[in-house]
């Protein structure tokens, strides 16, 4: 028949055990095969109720370890691919113990992922480091794991990737013990306020350092001109290090070769900024929540790679914004929370590659919305809260990619979203007003293709219900604060697909939706009321 069960007449698994324990020792990378015969046979009877995909041998055969896991005190001698799917299947099962651990102390495991497992100390660093030069990642974030775990490390002089996020007891010493590892290419300290500008000395040795994160350490302020040296970093994240000032972002003038940094919520102003004109090859810039005014946008417009950029809640104003037609890549821009008005807008027309554009809160209105109707590419845009009304909307009847739309707390009522009925393309619609009706409700019968209707607060009715019955491929309904009652109900029967509803605030009670849920819509998982 062929195949690892297929064995020659008189050949049988105790001569091949018996070979295979007089070699010496098995090779980590040698075939697995041999772990067919070390197991019992699994039929079928192991498939649970519902399968519909038979698991392969090597799976059975995981599994059936993981039940059996008391029973070994080492895998030191498997292959290194089965001991790693071993030691997979422990950490997904929350199956991994101090003791179960001790079994891969030696076996060349390469991703040792343990990021929030529970239980993770110092301990267990002696068992990760033994796997020596063979361990390229390691992710222990949420641990323990003190200073004294990370000087294990040492001897794992090819590890690639290291992950100690909210780590709270790795402090400046236990950086010292990384500064070896110099075939790191990502490094993740994420909320570690314990480590300060001191301890980011061991940075500089970190040559081939792609990505570093960051985000929330709140003492490095001084600390990043340590990393100025690292020509290949790519990436880099202090996001929410409040700490972080102007004086810092000029160590990051010389990174050529940055494609993405986030700085939301930093203390860097304009001045900042203009260190960070000579990052030619930057793609991704997030500035939400920094101090920066339109003047920084002389700098950001000579940044001719970026495509996305996040200027949420900064303090823009109109003045400046003329530098925004410089970006012509831009796919993402987030201006959200500013104090812009349709004047901005007039520079941001010819972006015609821009496929989401974030203007939640900004003092836009009608006339602003012609300046985006040649943007063909347009995907997502975002309106929530502005001065838009209906007949503003006419300018958006020939974005034909539009696929999310949200118009929540504006002027739109039920005559503007006839305006929106030729926009097939719409999956996600927000509008969230208590100026919508029956009426308005009955020009979306057209956008079959939505999946996320958001009506929360709309004047409507059972009979407005009704309109949704052709909207068969929602998946989130949206339609609390309304008018609808337990008669309303029947009309989403249609709604096969619908995963969640939620009608609070509604004349409908819970036993009602029960039965709908139970009757008509079998994938509904999240309702409210419940």
Known sequence: MGGACSRKRGHSVEDEGSRRVASGRLSKAGSSKWLLFSLPR?????????????????????????????????????????????????????????????????????????????????????????????????????????????????????????????CDQISDRGMEYLSGLSNLTSLSFKKSNAITAEGMKAFRYLVNLVNLDLERCLKIHGGLIHIEGLKKLETLNIRCCNCIRDEDILSLSGLINLRELQMSSCKVSDAGISHLKG????????????????????????????????????????EGCRNFSDLVKLKVLNLAFNNITDACLMHIKDLINLESLNLDSCKIGDEGLLNLKGLLQLKSLELSDTEVGSIGLRHLSGLCNLESINLSFTMVTDGGLRKLSGLTSIKSLNLDS???????????????????????????????TNCLRRLTALVSLNVSNSHITNAGLHHLKPLKNLRSLSLESCRVTATELKKLQLSALPNLVNVRPE
């Open 42 to 166: 699994c039929g079928s009877t192991v498939l649970q109720k519902g399968q519909t995909k038979c698991p392969t041998l090597m799976e059975l055969c995981v599994a059936k370890i993981r039940e059996d896991i008391a029973k070994y005190s080492s895998f030191s001698m498997l292959p290194r691919d089965i001991s790693q799917q071993i030691f997979n299947e422990l950490v997904e099962s929350f199956c991994l113990t101090d003791a179960s651990l001790e079994a891969f102390r030696d076996c060349a495991i390469q991703d040792m992922l343990l990021g929030e497992y529970p239980g993770v100390k110092d301990s267990w660093m002696h068992v990760i480091a033994s796997q020596g030069k063979s361990l390229l990642s390691l992710d222990v974030s949420c641990s323990d794991v003190t200073d004294s775990g990370l000087l294990h490390l040492k001897d794992c002089s090819n590890v690639q990737s290291l992950s100690f996020n909210y």
């Open 279 to 318: 990052l030619k090859k930057l793609v991704h810039l997030n500035l939400e929540g920094c101090p920066v005014t339109g003047a920084s946008l002389e700098f950001i417009s000579g940044l001719v790679s970026l495509l996305y950029l996040n200027l949420s809640r900064c303090c823009l104003s109109d």
């Open 434 to 464: 208590r100026q919508i009706t029956d009426v308005g409700l009955s020009a979306l019968t057209n956008l079959t293709g939505l999946t996320h209707l958001d009506l929360f607060g709309a004047r409507i009715t059972d009979a407005g």
